[in-house]
């Protein structure tokens, strides 16, 4: 095998990793952009809708439906946890932090850090329900496999190079995603009154627009699209456990500031150069030191563009 | 003008006569040990408000500069190393190895603005942790440094059960914090801290040198969890492992701090009674007390006592921004009569 | 609206609990006294499905004899030394805990700990007090091996001079040893070896490279993974450009196994994956999925897998399994085997002192358990050599042999 | 003698052209107004007189000398000091396994003496002794990203508004930038700041002279305080004063660094006729003590009743400089002033 194979091996799944941590990165941003938030639930909002997804496929008995059933149960789980994901969001901002909204941002934060606690704990309750799919709630803290049913053979053949419909899956429903959200942000009523609230919100509330709903389509619009994410993220990892909301938040919270916080291309440009970073640098340098290699860059990038790679040069009045 | 005792001199009384309480305490009750994690906790929280709640920067890696003090005071104690300096030497130690720690963070990185910091800040602590994991020839890696020694008064050495010296050790030492912190604050660089978290334009176009005072808050802020970390190493006679240092570490102190109150030490002080409290001194005795009389059952999870502990301080910790946005014991406005 | 909703559940769950618990509670039968076992094992997050079937052990075994041992009423108290901040173990809570058994007169032995990080905080505690601790997970060889760990071990976990710690599992050096012996007899010439850089996995890794390298394996490479990572496909394709036919993982379910099985099939290696006892739990096939590792994956254990069990064990097994209706798992043997070890002593120590039963602990001589027959050694390791090797079909494990011989 | 001269500055933010090509040069003790219409630049003016915006084009300077740290030889002494510090680093932590394995991990036996003489020497042979990528090549990257860091922070702090502030410029803002839950003295002690001596050491341990500093400033802030007429409320935090109060603190706490030149933003803004006669009073006052006052203000009144010379701004285009009464006579500026929305 040739090494420029090795390489875009590589590349496919530091692309797919990418996008996965770009829809996640893209719930972060969205609400960092309206309200100032780092949405420290949401990485766990994402673990919840991967285990609504299991349940789904669990209930429904999706392992022995036929391949073109098994498109349609794909399509059934996106929507489900991306309704979850969004509502739960959606609540979320209803309950724990629409109250704070004139408190300090720091307040807002820890209230967010108690909403991951407690969206962490519901998922390990939920790890524990008494179904096949979750090992019949024998070790309700044990990670959960969840079947590939989106199976992980090689599209190519024998050689080495392999592109899985995983791999696929993941473009295929990411770029559609992020090229609505992108024209929904810039062209609709509901996006224009989002970037005005982001801009001003007391300006924005005095032009007659609902602030405290238009936060929260935001909250709901980020949390579906961590919904989308948490399915695909199960489909293509095919483990899912009530802690891997913390890694996936943190890898996702890095891409949104590495692309500029508040941007969603930046998101979306932050989640590839992690996902390649990572892929290459367990290539070619050593796997543990991948981590700190990601931040390493992090940082390197922001010495140099303190606003992220996208990020827009916010000017204070003065 | 009569004094009257502030809300800190009245926390810091009652812990002094807390062993006392002990005393009549049966041993399953008995509440020293740990309080003394409260004041561990409280010495970090500490570090962290100057930097938070003082100078206004989100620190999401705390935990990395007490990391890097515990194992340098493993480092430079125990055996086998060539160093093996006593207990008070390398205690001190830690504070300026602390320091110089966040000075090469802080550096680069604090033109950052607020959140952008947070996540570098964060970034750090993951790092820290993966280099005393990787560095397995220098820092023993998952393996841990032990055994760590402890002060000598009186010709031995003291062990895990002079359960007393122990709390009036940290005791002592919290109060010196205390201090040192409460003199930083009412001094020129603690209102120049302030200045900057109010208004960072204003304070520089009145000649603040903002860059120089965050690294200074930075500074201080790692020097102070460095010596946290090596006094916890101390106690524990063990670094433990780098993972004891992980982000949910700062995340708790974060917590602490802001629950307790933003730039208020007393606020602080009350925020690590609270929220460390609830969970090593609450949520462990009720456990402990459910196992012991056969409640709750390990076969379903949702009658597990331990499967509720994050819900519990979850839940904690939302109910108590959402009744005391600002903090348990709010900073006091006027910082001026002195 | 939800919060209350969630305030209500906690409520009514406690309430449940509470009149749950009033009934447990019987009087028990008048005797000498009480004599208390505590376990201290990482209870909260994700070691708490290991740790489960450890206590569902120690109270199978506990209540084999009754709950009495000698005319002594036998207490068990199951501390957890993880914190919900931290979510794994934690060293404060450790040392809360061996003090608190240290001081409660009641308690005369202590079982734990789950990891070898924490049994360095707990071991010089329990020593000074003379408290017999029984690990039924630690592999840490420098624990009681002089000359495998750091040049003062293990003499500094002994500060009174005697030896307090003993363990029924074998440490990491045997097993490292045993399963690169078994890589050879499988057939493997290129070797991949990754580890978890947990004390465990790093420690067992070491030894298979060496041991790997010393019979004539090549050794095509050796990565420290992070264990919380999303996935592996990147590592995985890296293990495939080398063409290695076997991977050998040192880590646990808990650290990612699972996830790094499925990742090496679905990054397209095909070769054989070995692991150690970490993985030795049906936890870890579920995780994996049972198609990932049917036919080509190895796990090595100390002692004797369930089914090929005979006399205790088998009685062991039958009665796990109608207690807590699975088969019992690795943890579950150790946690068992260490119990009784422990309930064994009190009934011959014949007394309420530590000393005594830490001495009739030690004093363990040729123990019928479900792990074998074995005895503790002058280190206060298991004399036990059994090592089993097994394999995954159709979602089971499957014995396959009994490796060193 | 010119205290303040500005040369052909030019403020761009992107497409748009605040401030074009604007000269004007302030005396010593001299009041100058800066007027014109809402949008007309004064402000970014004043921003990038400030060092708040770098002007795109065009010069600023005070006391005839530029106010842009020069790139000294110290400057790039420092430079050579990221280089070394940041590449000696990047060597050490790239290589610190090998290194101390060869220094630490050969040398020490357990319990027994450390041969530090040995250890001392090893370390240098042991750099040396490693591939050049190992050694040269982290020490020249690593180098790199130092002084590149370097050179970044510097260039962006070069102009930045602490620098100017401290030789001596200080300002007031248009929308009140007070420290609001700093008391009112505290507000004006953080005007004073630059002059303090005592650093982090005497705070902590409260040296003598940390106590001897505190009492000298306080007195001198508590007369500012007087000075603007705020003395009975030193106590109070600033964000409960009344709004009419809040521009006097200002000046108040711009005026304790001593500077040579204060630049007003709207003083008058809010203010009802007789807080605006008091006003006057004061800024002539300020003139008195050895200030030099730059302006900007819509109060008619106040800017003809106190202005030595007023700069009139149009769109960002300078349309008239002089003596009061030429700007009153000037039908240029009648003309800008009807056209816009203007207020007494």
């Given at each position: 095998?040739?090494?420029?194979?090795?390489?875009?091996?590589?590349?496919?799944?530091?692309?797919?990793?990418?996008?996965?941590?770009?829809?996640?990165?893209?719930?972060?941003?969205?609400?960092?952009?309206?309200?100032?938030?780092?949405?420290?639930?949401?990485?766990?909002?994402?673990?919840?809708?991967?285990?609504?997804?299991?349940?789904?496929?669990?209930?429904?008995?999706?392992?022995?439906?036929?391949?073109?059933?098994?498109?349609?149960?794909?399509?059934?789980?996106?929507?489900?946890?991306?309704?979850?994901?969004?509502?739960?969001?959606?609540?979320?901002?209803?309950?724990?932090?629409?109250?704070?909204?004139?408190?300090?941002?720091?307040?807002?934060?820890?209230?967010?850090?108690?909403?991951?606690?407690?969206?962490?704990?519901?998922?390990?309750?939920?790890?524990?329900?008494?179904?096949?799919?979750?090992?019949?709630?024998?070790?309700?803290?044990?990670?959960?496999?969840?079947?590939?049913?989106?199976?992980?053979?090689?599209?190519?053949?024998?050689?080495?190079?392999?592109?899985?419909?995983?791999?696929?899956?993941?473009?295929?429903?990411?770029?559609?995603?992020?090229?609505?959200?992108?024209?929904?942000?810039?062209?609709?009523?509901?996006?224009?009154?989002?970037?005005?609230?982001?801009?001003?919100?007391?300006?924005?509330?005095?032009?007659?627009?609902?602030?405290?709903?238009?936060?929260?389509?935001?909250?709901?619009?980020?949390?579906?699209?961590?919904?989308?994410?948490?399915?695909?993220?199960?489909?293509?990892?095919?483990?899912?456990?009530?802690?891997?909301?913390?890694?996936?938040?943190?890898?996702?919270?890095?891409?949104?500031?590495?692309?500029?916080?508040?941007?969603?291309?930046?998101?979306?440009?932050?989640?590839?150069?992690?996902?390649?970073?990572?892929?290459?640098?367990?290539?070619y340098l050593e796997?543990?030191?991948?981590?700190?290699?990601?931040?390493?860059?992090?940082?390197?990038?922001?010495?140099?563009?303190?606003?992220?790679?996208?990020?827009?040069?916010?000017?204070?009045?003065? | 003008?009569?004094?009257?005792?502030?809300?800190?001199?009245?926390?810091?009384?009652?812990?002094?006569?807390?062993?006392?309480?002990?005393?009549?305490?049966?041993?399953?009750?008995?509440?020293?040990?740990?309080?003394?994690?409260?004041?561990?906790?409280?010495?970090?929280?500490?570090?962290?408000?100057?930097?938070?709640?003082?100078?206004?920067?989100?620190?999401?890696?705390?935990?990395?500069?007490?990391?890097?003090?515990?194992?340098?005071?493993?480092?430079?104690?125990?055996?086998?190393?060539?160093?093996?300096?006593?207990?008070?030497?390398?205690?001190?130690?830690?504070?300026?190895?602390?320091?110089?720690?966040?000075?090469?963070?802080?550096?680069?990185?604090?033109?950052?603005?607020?959140?952008?910091?947070?996540?570098?800040?964060?970034?750090?602590?993951?790092?820290?942790?993966?280099?005393?994991?990787?560095?397995?020839?220098?820092?023993?890696?998952?393996?841990?440094?032990?055994?760590?020694?402890?002060?000598?008064?009186?010709?031995?050495?003291?062990?895990?059960?002079?359960?007393?010296?122990?709390?009036?050790?940290?005791?002592?030492?919290?109060?010196?914090?205390?201090?040192?912190?409460?003199?930083?604050?009412?001094?020129?660089?603690?209102?120049?801290?302030?200045?900057?978290?109010?208004?960072?334009?204003?304070?520089?176009?009145?000649?603040?040198?903002?860059?120089?005072?965050?690294?200074?808050?930075?500074?201080?802020?790692?020097?102070?969890?460095?010596?946290?970390?090596?006094?916890?190493?101390?106690?524990?006679?063990?670094?433990?492992?780098?993972?004891?240092?992980?982000?949910?570490?700062?995340?708790?102190?974060?917590?602490?701090?802001?629950?307790?109150?933003?730039?208020?030490?007393?606020?602080?002080?009350?925020?690590?009674?609270?929220?460390?409290?609830?969970?090593?001194?609450?949520?462990?005795?009720?456990?402990?007390?459910?196992?012991?009389?056969?409640?709750?059952?390990?076969?379903?999870?949702?009658?597990?006592?331990?499967?509720?502990?994050?819900?519990?301080?979850?839940?904690?910790?939302?109910?108590?921004?959402?009744?005391?946005?600002?903090?348990?014991?709010?900073?006091?406005?006027?910082?001026?009569?002195? | 609206?939800?919060?209350?909703?969630?305030?209500?559940?906690?409520?009514?769950?406690?309430?449940?609990?509470?009149?749950?618990?009033?009934?447990?509670?019987?009087?028990?039968?008048?005797?000498?006294?009480?004599?208390?076992?505590?376990?201290?094992?990482?209870?909260?997050?994700?070691?708490?499905?290991?740790?489960?079937?450890?206590?569902?052990?120690?109270?199978?075994?506990?209540?084999?004899?009754?709950?009495?041992?000698?005319?002594?009423?036998?207490?068990?108290?199951?501390?957890?030394?993880?914190?919900?901040?931290?979510?794994?173990?934690?060293?404060?809570?450790?040392?809360?805990?061996?003090?608190?058994?240290?001081?409660?007169?009641?308690?005369?032995?202590?079982?734990?700990?789950?990891?070898?990080?924490?049994?360095?905080?707990?071991?010089?505690?329990?020593?000074?007090?003379?408290?017999?601790?029984?690990?039924?997970?630690?592999?840490?060889?420098?624990?009681?091996?002089?000359?495998?760990?750091?040049?003062?071990?293990?003499?500094?976990?002994?500060?009174?001079?005697?030896?307090?710690?003993?363990?029924?599992?074998?440490?990491?050096?045997?097993?490292?040893?045993?399963?690169?012996?078994?890589?050879?007899?499988?057939?493997?010439?290129?070797?991949?070896?990754?580890?978890?850089?947990?004390?465990?996995?790093?420690?067992?890794?070491?030894?298979?490279?060496?041991?790997?390298?010393?019979?004539?394996?090549?050794?095509?490479?050796?990565?420290?993974?992070?264990?919380?990572?999303?996935?592996?496909?990147?590592?995985?394709?890296?293990?495939?450009?080398?063409?290695?036919?076997?991977?050998?993982?040192?880590?646990?379910?808990?650290?990612?196994?699972?996830?790094?099985?499925?990742?090496?099939?679905?990054?397209?290696?095909?070769?054989?994956?070995?692991?150690?006892?970490?993985?030795?739990?049906?936890?870890?096939?579920?995780?994996?999925?049972?198609?990932?590792?049917?036919?080509?994956?190895?796990?090595?254990?100390?002692?004797?897998?369930?089914?090929?069990?005979?006399?205790?064990?088998?009685?062991?097994?039958?009665?796990?399994?109608?207690?807590?209706?699975?088969?019992?798992?690795?943890?579950?043997?150790?946690?068992?085997?260490?119990?009784?070890?422990?309930?064994?002593?009190?009934?011959?120590?014949?007394?309420?002192?530590?000393?005594?039963?830490?001495?009739?602990?030690?004093?363990?001589?040729?123990?019928?358990?479900?792990?074998?027959?074995?005895?503790?050694?002058?280190?206060?390791?298991?004399?036990?050599?059994?090592?089993?090797?097994?394999?995954?079909?159709?979602?089971?494990?499957?014995?396959?042999?009994?490796?060193?011989? | 003698?010119?205290?303040?001269?500005?040369?052909?500055?030019?403020?761009?933010?992107?497409?748009?052209?605040?401030?074009?090509?604007?000269?004007?040069?302030?005396?010593?003790?001299?009041?100058?107004?800066?007027?014109?219409?809402?949008?007309?630049?004064?402000?970014?003016?004043?921003?990038?007189?400030?060092?708040?915006?770098?002007?795109?084009?065009?010069?600023?300077?005070?006391?005839?000398?530029?106010?842009?740290?020069?790139?000294?030889?110290?400057?790039?002494?420092?430079?050579?000091?990221?280089?070394?510090?940041?590449g000696i680093?990047t060597l050490l932590g790239l290589n610190v396994e090998t290194i101390w394995t060869a220094?630490?991990?050969?040398?020490?036996?357990?319990?027994?003496?450390?041969?530090?003489?040995?250890?001392?020497?090893s370390w240098y042979s042991t750099i040396w002794s490693l591939p050049l990528v190992k050694n040269l090549l982290p020490l020249l990257i690593g180098?790199?990203?130092?002084?590149?860091?370097?050179?970044?922070?510097?260039?962006?702090?070069?102009?930045?508004?602490?620098?100017?502030?401290?030789?001596?410029?200080?300002?007031?803002?248009?929308?009140?930038?007070?420290?609001?839950?700093?008391?009112?003295?505290?507000?004006?002690?953080?005007?004073?700041?630059?002059?303090?001596?005592?650093?982090?050491?005497?705070?902590?341990?409260?040296?003598?002279?940390?106590?001897?500093?505190?009492?000298?400033?306080?007195?001198?802030?508590?007369?500012?305080?007087?000075?603007?007429?705020?003395?009975?409320?030193?106590?109070?935090?600033?964000?409960?004063?009344?709004?009419?109060?809040?521009?006097?603190?200002?000046?108040?706490?711009?005026?304790?660094?001593?500077?040579?030149?204060?630049?007003?933003?709207?003083?008058?803004?809010?203010?009802?006729?007789?807080?605006?006669?008091?006003?006057?009073?004061?800024?002539?006052?300020?003139?008195?003590?050895?200030?030099?006052?730059?302006?900007?203000?819509?109060?008619?009144?106040?800017?003809?009743?106190?202005?030595?010379?007023?700069?009139?701004?149009?769109?960002?285009?300078?349309?008239?400089?002089?003596?009061?009464?030429?700007?009153?006579?000037?039908?240029?500026?009648?003309?800008?002033?009807?056209?816009?929305?203007?207020?007494?």
């Amino acid at each position: 095998m040739l090494d420029f194979e090795v390489f875009s091996q590589q590349l496919i799944t530091g692309l797919s990793n990418g996008m996965i941590i770009a829809l996640i990165a893209i719930g972060y941003t969205m609400v960092y952009g309206i309200i100032e938030l780092i949405n420290f639930a949401h990485g766990d909002v994402f673990m919840l809708g991967a285990f609504l997804a299991l349940t789904l496929l669990g209930a429904l008995g999706m392992e022995a439906w036929g391949p073109s059933g098994q498109v349609f149960g794909v399509a059934l789980m996106l929507i489900g946890s991306a309704v979850f994901c969004g509502g739960l969001n959606w609540s979320l901002d209803r309950l724990a932090y629409r109250a704070l909204r004139k408190s300090s941002k720091l307040s807002l934060l820890v209230s967010a850090i108690g909403c991951s606690f407690v969206c962490m704990n519901l998922g390990l309750f939920w790890g524990g329900a008494p179904m096949k799919v979750f090992a019949n709630g024998n070790s309700a803290a044990a990670p959960k496999n969840f079947p590939a049913i989106i199976p992980q053979i090689n599209l190519l053949g024998d050689g080495f190079l392999r592109i899985t419909p995983a791999d696929l899956l993941v473009f295929t429903v990411t770029i559609p995603l992020m090229v609505g959200l992108t024209f929904m942000v810039k062209r609709t009523r509901l996006g224009r009154a989002m970037r005005a609230v982001a801009q001003d919100p007391t300006a924005a509330s005095l032009m007659g627009i609902p602030v405290d709903r238009v936060i929260g389509a935001t909250f709901f619009i980020g949390g579906a699209l961590g919904g989308f994410a948490s399915v695909i993220y199960s489909l293509y990892n095919n483990t899912i456990g009530f802690q891997m909301g913390t890694r996936a938040g943190l890898d996702a919270f890095t891409a949104a500031v590495l692309g500029g916080i508040g941007s969603l291309p930046g998101a979306v440009l932050g989640g590839l150069t992690i996902g390649c970073v990572r892929s290459m640098s367990d290539q070619y340098l050593e796997t543990r030191w991948t981590n700190t290699i990601v931040f390493c860059i992090l940082v390197l990038i922001l010495i140099f563009r303190p606003n992220g790679l996208l990020g827009s040069t916010r000017r204070e009045k003065v | 003008m009569r004094w009257r005792p502030g809300p800190i001199f009245i926390i810091l009384a009652l812990a002094a006569l807390l062993p006392l309480l002990d005393v009549v305490l049966p041993p399953k009750m008995q509440l020293c040990e740990a309080v003394r994690g409260v004041f561990l906790y409280a010495i970090l929280a500490l570090g962290l408000n100057v930097v938070t709640g003082y100078a206004g920067l989100l620190n999401l890696g705390i935990a990395a500069f007490m990391a890097i003090g515990a194992y340098s005071f493993g480092i430079l104690t125990c055996e086998i190393y060539p160093f093996q300096l006593g207990f008070w030497p390398a205690l001190a130690l830690t504070i300026p190895i602390g320091a110089f720690a966040g000075f090469i963070l802080g550096a680069p990185t604090l033109g950052l603005r607020g959140d952008y910091l947070a996540i570098v800040t964060l970034g750090f602590g993951e790092i820290v942790q993966d280099v005393l994991k990787n560095l397995d020839v220098v820092t023993k890696g998952t393996q841990g440094i032990n055994p760590l020694p402890a002060p000598t008064f009186g010709g031995s050495e003291w062990t895990a059960e002079d359960e007393y010296k122990w709390y009036y050790l940290f005791f002592a030492l919290l109060v010196l914090t205390v201090f040192a912190v409460r003199n930083l604050e009412r001094s020129r660089l603690g209102r120049a801290w302030f200045s900057i978290r109010e208004d960072e334009i204003a304070s520089r176009s009145m000649g603040i040198r903002v860059e120089r005072t965050k690294l200074i808050a930075f500074a201080t802020a790692a020097a102070i969890a460095a010596f946290a970390g090596g006094l916890s190493a101390s106690v524990l006679s063990s670094t433990g492992e780098p993972s004891n240092y992980d982000f949910q570490i700062s995340i708790l102190a974060l917590c602490i701090v802001i629950v307790g109150g933003i730039g208020s030490i007393a606020g602080v002080l009350v925020g690590a009674l609270v929220m460390v409290g609830l969970n090593s001194i609450v949520l462990v005795k009720a456990t402990a007390w459910m196992a012991a009389n056969g409640i709750g059952s390990q076969g379903n999870v949702l009658l597990s006592p331990n499967n509720w502990k994050f819900l519990i301080f979850g839940l904690a910790l939302i109910l108590a921004v959402r009744l005391k946005p600002n903090g348990l014991i709010p900073p006091r406005i006027e910082r001026a009569k002195q | 609206m939800k919060n209350s909703a969630i305030l209500l559940s906690i409520l009514s769950a406690c309430s449940v609990v509470l009149a749950a618990g009033q009934e447990v509670k019987v009087a028990a039968p008048a005797t000498k006294g009480t004599l208390k076992i505590i376990s201290s094992l990482p209870r909260t997050g994700s070691a708490n499905a290991q740790t489960s079937t450890m206590v569902n052990g120690i109270n199978l075994a506990i209540a084999e004899v009754g709950g009495q041992v000698d005319g002594w009423t036998i207490a068990y108290e199951d501390m957890d030394d993880a914190s919900p901040q931290r979510g794994n173990w934690d060293p404060a809570v450790e040392a809360q805990n061996a003090n608190s058994a240290v001081k409660d007169d009641t308690c005369v032995a202590y079982i734990g700990t789950f990891n070898s990080g924490a049994a360095k905080v707990a071991i010089p505690i329990l020593n000074r007090a003379g408290l017999v601790m029984v690990s039924p997970a630690n592999t840490y060889p420098g624990l009681t091996k002089p000359g495998f760990g750091e040049a003062n071990e293990p003499d500094v976990y002994r500060p009174s001079g005697k030896i307090n710690y003993f363990r029924v599992v074998p440490t990491d050096d045997l097993q490292g040893v045993e399963a690169a012996n078994w890589s050879k007899f499988l057939g493997a010439k290129k070797v991949f070896i990754l580890n978890d850089r947990e004390l465990y996995g790093k420690g067992i890794t070491a030894v298979y490279r060496k041991q790997a390298e010393s019979i004539g394996m090549e050794v095509v490479g050796f990565e420290e993974i992070d264990s919380k990572a999303a996935n592996y496909r990147s590592l995985a394709t890296k293990v495939k450009a080398t063409k290695p036919d076997m991977v050998y993982f040192g880590g646990t379910t808990q650290s990612n196994a699972g996830q790094v099985a499925k990742d090496m099939r679905s990054g397209g290696y095909e070769g054989m994956f070995m692991v150690p006892d970490g993985c030795f739990e049906q936890a870890f096939i579920e995780a994996a999925g049972a198609a990932n590792l049917n036919g080509k994956t190895y796990i090595t254990f100390g002692g004797l897998p369930p089914e090929k069990m005979t006399g205790k064990g088998a009685e062991f097994c039958a009665a796990y399994q109608s207690k807590f209706g699975a088969v019992p798992e690795a943890y579950a043997s150790y946690g068992y085997e260490s119990a009784r070890v422990i309930l064994l002593a009190i009934a011959q120590a014949k007394t309420k002192d530590r000393s005594g039963i830490l001495a009739a602990v030690a004093a363990t001589k040729d123990f019928n358990g479900v792990l074998g027959k074995w005895s503790f050694d002058a280190n206060g390791d298991t004399s036990s050599r059994v090592m089993s090797g097994q394999t995954v079909q159709d979602g089971k494990f499957v014995f396959v042999k009994v490796l060193g011989n | 003698m010119s205290v303040l001269r500005a040369d052909g500055v030019t403020v761009k933010f992107g497409g748009l052209v605040a401030v074009q090509d604007v000269h004007f040069t302030v005396k010593q003790g001299e009041i100058y107004a800066v007027i014109g219409p809402n949008g007309a630049g004064k402000t970014t003016l004043f921003n990038a007189v400030t060092g708040i915006y770098a002007p795109t084009e065009g010069h600023v300077e005070f006391n005839g000398r530029e106010i842009v740290e020069p790139l000294t030889g110290l400057v790039l002494f420092k430079f050579a000091c990221a280089f070394f510090a940041v590449g000696i680093f990047t060597l050490l932590g790239l290589n610190v396994e090998t290194i101390w394995t060869a220094v630490i991990i050969d040398n020490y036996k357990f319990n027994q003496p450390f041969p530090w003489s040995v250890a001392a020497t090893s370390w240098y042979s042991t750099i040396w002794s490693l591939p050049l990528v190992k050694n040269l090549l982290p020490l020249l990257i690593g180098g790199g990203i130092g002084v590149g860091a370097a050179a970044v922070s510097w260039s962006r702090g070069r102009r930045a508004p602490d620098h100017i502030a401290r030789s001596g410029v200080a300002r007031t803002f248009q929308n009140i930038r007070l420290f609001n839950e700093l008391s009112l003295i505290q507000n004006v002690l953080v005007g004073m700041d630059y002059r303090m001596k005592t650093g982090f050491m005497s705070a902590l341990f409260r040296l003598p002279r940390f106590y001897r500093e505190r009492r000298e400033f306080h007195e001198s802030a508590k007369k500012l305080l007087d000075f603007v007429g705020l003395g009975d409320r030193a106590e109070q935090a600033a964000g409960s004063l009344p709004y009419g109060f809040r521009r006097r603190l200002e000046i108040a706490r711009a005026l304790g660094g001593k500077p040579t030149i204060i630049l007003l933003d709207e003083p008058a803004a809010g203010m009802n006729p007789s807080e605006v006669v008091g006003l006057m009073a004061l800024i002539r006052r300020v003139r008195d003590a050895g200030t030099t006052v730059v302006l900007i203000e819509h109060h008619m009144r106040l800017v003809m009743g106190v202005s030595d010379r007023i700069l009139v701004l149009q769109y960002g285009k300078q349309i008239a400089e002089g003596i009061p009464e030429e700007i009153r006579a000037n039908p240029k500026i009648i003309e800008a002033y009807l056209g816009s929305e203007d207020h007494g």
